[in-house]
């Protein structure tokens, strides 16, 4: 592992918001104090009524419960708008760049607020209130962000779903928060290729129960000619010329649902990640602030899609609550041209980038000739985010895209932790390419070992974290056991994060990947298991088994080992249909990238597959299977060998 160190900077120093002594104090003040410490950051946003309450949680087993500032009454579209107004009414509030470079906007804060109260009535007159949830499937436009600031302005709960996934998974999203009305598009329009969001919603609503769902408000992106039917589907756009644009914010309690977001985990079924109001915007908008040393005036781009947390914290609710501009991007890295990202970068003059490694990779792969085109002089900070970031992608977004000039915050999170926790700061931390460094403050990273036992000093083991932070997850939607089992019963009294961790000498964490059944293919969450009941759903599949395996740009790939019926042939004419079968299901983001045809699974005695030895297979690395004689049938693991399809 790399072991190189970047020093902070003089000039990341200046004007930061601190320095390591600073960090040093505010941390420990965090953890020693977090109802002092967060009672006064708490107040970084407007209350409707004020808290007297901070801090009420606890992770005991059979008892968990996360609660924040509970007493207290705010809004979230409130504070990302209108407390505004007066100071920033004509600041740009989101820059929106489209898929086409010849096409983007401004959009003003009074103008933010207009439409998102134009939108909050579109929704109102549908019988939209408080609680209510509504499922968004939209492409990357500004009325993303109309719709999801509508949302949090009645206190009804938006249900984001990825453009990218399928039917099938809209269908169990929508059904699975029992949404009454969604929000989607004609067409999305990504590399110069249409999407058929408003197709795939019609297909999702044809799934579900008759009457499911009341209404589908679609926004007109492309013009694309798109079915209606009648009583039921409305275009937004003459739906809002209907209403006015002035709707009040509805003050709602602290712990009142903002969002849920369904996530991957271990098991077969999404879960709904369902994050609140009160401690979720405080956590956001102080991370997007300290870890980015957002300044005023500064010009903030993230790449992530609204569909995933990274675009509902870091391009929506974290910039707008702290009065930023942040920039909307519809499109892709490499359309027109690989350059695109650096040439929007000069066009807008942004100076706080944040992407993905992935991304890095795969324009790494076009050498330097595209950055080098452009100047990049407005960049000051740049952020990664979404798996490990390998350290010649470090090096080259340092050396390359940031001239050498910019420190790369390595910002480790999850869906579940609604902010960063986990992160270097532009003007107190010293980077090391690989490491996302130290917590945040109020986050205690605590390493336990495979018995439990919490480990002290330079380390190896499983990262859990010791105690509540405002942006915690409350629960999973409609299943608090769920949440319980799934995070706090592991290692009790404590979040199991499902991620391995290394801890150096300086108390430097370095993030090492999931060590659970959860696979990160280009910074997208896949349970493995989703994959496999989709393979076994197929006429012809008897048995599959889904393992990760190392992708140059992925950074993981999906390696499928799939035992077909009596009779069936592997060839691969069945290989490209069971690749469409799992794109149609769940998503192009789900296509195996390699399957094993096998007529037998490494088992136990007992009949549980042993994951370790085919992760071994997908890896090309069978020199140290370990103990394989517990297996039913050894034999079988030869075979498996024999026809891998990883060959380095
Ligand atoms: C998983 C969470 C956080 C928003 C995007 C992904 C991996 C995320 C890093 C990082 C190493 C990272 C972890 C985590 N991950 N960021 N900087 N370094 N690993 O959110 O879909 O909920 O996935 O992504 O494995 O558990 P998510």
Known sequence: MSEKVVAVQDAWRQGAHVDDAKYQEMYRASVSDPDGFWGEHGRRIDWMTPFTKVKDTSFAPGNVSI?????????????????????????????????DPNESRHITYRELHAQVCRMANVLRNRGVSKGDRVTIYLPMIPEAAYAMLACARLGAIHSIVFGGFSPDSLAARIQGCEAKVVITADEGLRGGRKVPLKANVDAAIGRLPKDAVDHVIVVRRTGGSVAMEPGRDVYYHEAAEQVTDACPAEAVEAEHPLFILYTSGSTGQPKGVVHTTGGYLVYAAMTHEYVFDYREGDVYWCTADVGWVTGHSYIVYGPLANGATTLMFEGIPTYPTNARFWEVIDKHKVNIFYTAPTAIRSLMGAGEGPVKTTSRASLRVLGSVGEPINPEAWDWYYRVVGDSRCPIVDTWWQTETGGILITPLPGATALKPGSATRPFFGVQPVMVDAEGKEIAGPCEGNLCIKDSWPGQMRTVYGDHERFEQTYFSTYPNLYFTGDGARRDADGFYWITGRVDDVINVSGHRMGTAEVESSLVAHAKVAEAAVVGFPHNVKGQGIYAYVTLNEGEEGDEALRKELVAWVRKDIGPIASPDLIQFAPGLPKTRSGKIMRRILRKIAEDDFSTLGDTSTLADPAVVDDLIENRQNRA
Request: glycine share 10%; aromatic share 12%; charged share 35%.
């Open 67 to 99: 609660k924040w500032f509970d007493d207290g009454k705010t809004n979230v579209a409130y504070n990302c708008i209108d407390r505004h107004l007066e100071t920033r009414g004509d600041q740009t509030a989101i820059i929106w760049e489209g898929d």
